[in-house]
């Protein structure tokens, strides 16, 4: 009966001191420093890079319909948010993205499509990202002179893309382990450290380089001319260009940090009435 | 002592030793705290948070350069002359950007419009209550700068020349005040998302001259201002802007001073719904006592904007 017990007792310690360690591996202080580490980051991301507003210039040259001998530049205005909630695997980060574009012999578009930041390491200030984005052309009308117009019809494209971002002056963040072992951080990490956990302006800023192909979903898009237009080259032109695109993409943006959930609120709420006091 | 025939027991205290060190040597291991992630978005001790916040400034300054204009929808109502519709052709519009713009951005900028305006604290609202509707809303006084002719003809000219000059008097209801007050607080960063309605009266004067159907219509005068006036072109704005805006001096310890302070940098969108009735004296056929009036309504979008914005106190 005492040695059952013994046995007993022995058992159940073994396997508390098992549950230490998830799925039978060691924890070090490595792992752990990773862990903190890809948590910090990983909740960052969605409170400092949030939300975030970008311009573009996006020289594209068209593929089909006889194009490609000349690079033309739209301008793109886009405004993007990222929902925690669509990052299931918690190795990437999707972001939602919404904007205007401008383009030569195109006219207008609205923009609407996501990207999928690869973050495996979440501590680099360089990433990996691929997405798809839609895009309506609107129906333009443009008088050329007199009662001359030149009219090109809604026109949409599917733009399947894969990209670089870089946040050159993002701040790197070292887990606490020499916190924890009673040492003081190196100066320069106590500075990149206290930098992460208060971003100022210019961590903010980050640079988008992007290949992407348009791949215009109309079957046929109308030209249409009135009153007389006589003006062949431009018709020529924005026929041509009213295509499957190669586009370029050279953004720069900003990030919007954002009071994530209601216990961010409150927390400010709290410091702000320290702050009166 | 152990003794060779208590086996068991000497291997359960063994085991028992070894758990424990082995426990004691996971406790150690054990994060000292919760990941830190509850120290992000702390305040930085070094920062010095800005006295004002923006809707607490009494005034400030914004000029915006308002690239791209994009117009939807124009809807040009026919000439009238001393109120009688009139079928003189090409009817104005206001600029448009023409899809055959030269390569890259060179031209894309070319048909700019622009506002100069000052945005003012109404106090009078300060004691509403956060629910109520004109919480959070400003005064928007100042110009806006718009383009609007009729194509080039033989027959009718009809334009702001350099522009129409707009005496312009809004509302302005902040539709994202949270972020726009946590992010001016922790940073200085400027973001705001807004809504704007309000009336303008023209101070620019159209300059027309229109030869149709046996009819020649002169104007009175061909100065380049007006006094507003509502016989001489007034009209209505609605608008919604986002805009994001960084200080050109990003130091702020509680010794940096100085005028790039209260500087910021903007760019930004707008979406944009117009209505404008413009009018002017006009001779017929040599006869003066003719008011010539257009009616146009326009939605529209422009992006980017950029912008300067002149905070008066930090």
Same mark, same amino acid.
């Given at each position: 009966m005492r040695k059952a017990s013994i046995m007993l007792v022995s058992s159940l310690l073994v396997f508390r001191a098992f549950a230490q360690q998830p799925t039978g591996k060691t924890i070090t202080d490595s792992i752990k420093d990773k862990q903190i580490s890809d948590s910090a980051n990983n909740v960052s991301l969605y409170k400092y890079r949030k939300y975030s507003f970008s311009l573009a210039i996006a020289p594209y040259t068209s593929v089909t319909r006889g194009g490609g001998n000349s690079l033309f530049g739209a301008t793109e205005v886009s405004f993007s948010d990222r929902f925690k909630w669509l990052n299931s695997t918690k190795n990437a980060s999707l972001e939602v993205n919404m904007g205007f574009s401008f383009v030569p012999y195109q006219g207008t578009k609205l923009n609407l499509g996501f990207d999928w930041l690869m973050i495996r390491n979440k501590s680099h200030r360089t990433n990996l990202y691929g997405g798809l984005q839609f895009a309506e052309g609107l129906k333009q009308s443009t008088n050329t002179q007199d009662t001359t117009y030149v009219t090109l019809g809604y026109h949409s494209y599917l733009t399947p893309f894969v990209g670089f971002i870089w946040w050159p002056w993002k701040a790197k963040y070292q887990s606490d382990k020499y916190e924890r072992d009673f040492k003081a951080l190196a100066p320069e990490q106590a500075h990149a450290n206290e930098n992460f956990y208060n971003p100022h302006i210019p961590q903010l800023f980050y640079i988008k380089l992007q290949i992407g192909y348009s791949i215009l979903l109309n079957d046929r898009v109308t030209v249409d001319t009135t @009153? @007389?237009?006589?003006?062949v080259n431009l018709y020529r032109t924005i026929r041509n260009n009213t295509a499957s695109c190669l586009v370029f993409r050279f953004c720069i943006g900003i990030n919007i940090p954002s009071l994530h959930d209601r216990e961010d609120q409150e927390r400010l709420k709290f410091t702000r009435s320290l702050r009166a006091n | 002592m152990l003794s060779i025939s208590q086996p068991a027991r000497a291997i359960a205290v063994g085991t028992l030793c070894l758990i424990a060190i082995h426990h004691q040597a996971q406790a150690q291991t054990l994060?000292?705290?919760?990941?830190?992630? *509850?120290?992000?978005?702390?305040? *930085?001790?070094?920062y010095v948070a800005p006295g004002h916040e923006l809707s607490e400034q009494l005034f400030f300054f914004n000029w915006d350069i308002l690239m791209n204009p994009i117009y939807f929808s124009q809807i040009s109502g026919p000439f009238r002359l001393n109120g009688v519709a009139k079928d003189y052709s090409p009817r104005p519009k206001f600029y448009a950007l023409v899809p055959g713009q030269n390569p890259l951005i060179g031209s894309a900028i070319t048909d700019e419009a622009g506002c100069y305006y000052a945005s003012w604290r109404i106090c009078f609202f300060d004691h509403l209550s956060k629910k109520n509707f004109f919480h959070n809303m400003r005064l928007i006084t100042g110009i806006t700068h718009d383009k609007l002719e009729a194509p080039a003809s033989g027959t009718v000219f009809y334009k702001y020349t350099n522009g129409g000059t707009e005496l312009t008097c809004m509302l302005d209801k902040n539709l994202s005040p949270s972020l726009t007050h946590f992010n001016y607080d922790r940073l200085r960063l400027i973001f705001n998302w807004n809504a704007q309605a309000g009336v303008f009266a023209a101070l620019a004067k159209i300059q027309d001259t229109i030869r149709s159907g046996g009819d020649t219509l002169i104007a009175a005068n061909d100065n380049r201002f007006q006094l507003p006036d509502p016989r001489s072109g007034w009209g209505a704005i609605v608008a919604s802007n986002l805009e994001v805006g960084v200080p050109l001096s990003f130091n702020y310890s509680s010794q940096s001073k100085g005028f790039l302070r209260h500087i910021a940098l903007v760019i930004g969108c707008r979406f944009m719904a117009e209505y404008l009735h413009s009018g002017t004296d006009v001779t017929k056929n040599g006869l003066p006592g003719y008011h010539l009036t257009q009616n146009m309504f326009t939605f529209a979008f422009c992006g980017p904007i950029l912008g300067l914005k002149i905070i008066s106190k930090l």
């Open positions: @009153g @007389g237009f006589s003006d | 994060p000292a705290a919760a990941p830190a992630t *509850d120290r992000i978005l702390a305040q *930085d001790l070094n």
